[in-house]
């Protein structure tokens, strides 16, 4: 008898109904000329209206076993569990929603029968999103097709919402493919973000942050962390889990519905999610009540912020990179820990990095930085990057040594396909980094060195020899590359400084 995945034949017979929900979904949008794109945001909304449906209906049980009233936010036709129920009459139903459920929830909270919610954080969401996205199904028997394979789904069930989240992490990467690059921003691979998450341990009572969160990878990964590291939770622990542990903002208002789905599937409705501009809402004085435990990120870069926009940086640069760690610096609390992507030119650039390096390593105690390869983020961006992982230390302290890996197999091929390969580091990375090990691979810089070399933070292994003779193909075709995005690095540093000047 053949083993189950999930350890019995009704979870992988659901596992199976699942996966062919969503890809019928999928296929008929598709087949009435959807876009990847535009047919994520489709789903995404759609699941979004189904799992709070499914929540209010929770919460609605909850209070009658205690003999307690409770008022849904959405009640009448607009519930997901009326209209979705009209497939017998798909041009009514399509009618419905294109003209009167959304119109509703874009005024949710401020009008007259719902301003009781006009306070409710719930409304603000529900005009947001609903302000922004589109049903992008312009024919109501297609429609309804998509929506009775969605009703075949049930965000309760810990099957189905295990299932969804594979299946939306692969929609969201075919998003990320079809808008590869674009305005500096791309999906972060999700053993990157495992092993990022695994250093900084995340646990119950912490306040986790990305001040760019994107498709709320890193959150999400740190929901499934903490579970799975916190041994029995109590309803106290789950709570605080769901409503006062995860916080982040997001620019882009399809990104943004896209991350609020992301958690749900990760089982956090409560998420602290803002859609705003973070560079636009920074402050160098955050007080200590408002920081976080840990902080996990990869800001977007390549883009510039006006001048006048910089005021509330105590160190101005253009280039977002630069001003997104700023951020990050000014909100981690005392005993707070951050792992934060940038590209490689922030580790050895001039001018205002520099500083920020400085600053860095003179506040904070910068104890690890992984140098991962050049192609780690293909098919979207072939630009080498690294990982910093600094602590605000209770005790003030700052850096006494850096602590590098120098990574060269992260598990994929490091070309456009990206195919599994044997020989993953970051398994040794991650189990290394514990006890700061030395390698062939990993060494130790101590900060006053790094102070003598206008604190150069670029990993240069003392225990590889430089010789091009010695170096395989794909090693020296890396080194070029990350030398010419030195050169251009550099091009934009003296651009940027002819800019300013008067």
């Not at 302000?131 to 297609?142: D, E, F, L, Q, Y």
């Not at 910089?310 to 000014?330: K, P, R, V, Y």
């Amino acid at each position: 008898m053949a083993t189950q995945k999930n350890g019995n034949g009704r979870a992988e017979h659901r596992r199976q109904e699942v996966q062919q929900a969503v890809k019928n979904a999928s296929d008929q949008l598709n087949s009435d000329g959807v876009t990847p794109r535009d047919y994520v945001e489709q789903l995404a909304w759609l699941f979004f209206l189904k799992a709070f449906d499914e929540a209010e209906a929770r919460h609605d049980q909850e209070a009658s076993f205690d003999d307690n009233a409770y008022t849904r936010r959405i009640e009448g036709d607009y519930r997901w569990s009326v209209w979705s129920s009209w497939t017998n009459k798909p041009d009514a139903m399509l009618e419905f929603v294109d003209g009167k459920l959304w119109h509703y929830l874009q005024s949710f909270g401020t009008t007259p029968e719902t301003k009781q919610f006009a306070n409710d954080p719930i409304a603000e969401r529900f005009r947001r999103i609903f302000s922004t996205v589109r049903n992008h199904s312009r024919r109501g028997a297609s429609f309804a097709r998509v929506v009775q394979q969605v009703n075949r789904l049930h965000f309760s069930d810990e099957t189905d919402v295990i299932v969804l989240s594979e299946l939306y992490e692969d929609l969201l990467k075919r998003v990320a493919s079809d808008s590869a690059g674009y305005a500096g921003e791309f999906y972060t691979q999700r053993h990157v973000i495992r092993a990022m998450v695994a250093v900084v341990e995340p646990k119950i009572g912490d306040r986790i942050y990305d001040p760019c969160f994107g498709t709320a990878g890193f959150l999400a990964e740190s929901a499934e962390y903490v579970r799975g590291n916190s041994g029995s939770l109590s309803g106290k622990d789950l709570d605080a889990l769901n409503r006062k542990t995860f916080f982040g903002v997001e620019l882009k208002p399809l990104t943004y519905l896209l991350g609020i789905m992301n958690m749900i599937l990760h089982r956090i409705e409560g998420a602290n999610l803002e859609q705003a501009n973070t560079l636009e809402l920074h402050s160098a004085n955050v007080s200590e009540k408002h920081k976080y435990d840990v902080i996990l990120s990869n800001p977007p870069y390549g883009g510039k912020l006006a001048r006048e926009l910089q005021t509330n940086f105590t160190i101005h640069s253009g280039a977002t990179e630069i001003l997104f760690l700023q951020h990050i610096m000014a909100n981690l609390k005392k005993g707070g820990r951050a792992a934060v992507i940038v590209p490689e030119g922030v580790l050895f650039r001039g001018g205002p990095d520099a500083k920020v390096r400085e600053r860095l390593l003179n506040e904070f105690d910068v104890h690890t930085v992984l140098s991962l390869p050049a192609g780690c983020f293909l098919p979207y961006t072939g630009v080498k990057t690294n990982v910093l992982f600094f602590d605000r230390r209770e005790d003030a302290k700052s850096t006494r040594s850096v602590w590098f890996y120098e990574l060269t197999n992260d598990g994929f091929e490091l070309k456009q396909t990206r195919r599994p390969i044997q020989g993953d580091q970051l398994p040794d990375f991650v189990s290394k980094q514990k006890k700061r090990a030395k390698s062939e691979r990993s060494w130790t810089v101590p900060a006053i060195d790094l102070a003598k070399r206008n604190f150069d933070l670029s990993a240069r292994n003392p225990n590889r020899p430089q010789d091009a003779e010695h170096k395989p193909a794909l090693e020296l075709v890396q080194s070029i590359r990350a030398k010419e995005e030195r050169v251009l690095a550099l091009l934009g540093e003296l651009e940027t400084l002819l800019e300013e000047q008067p």
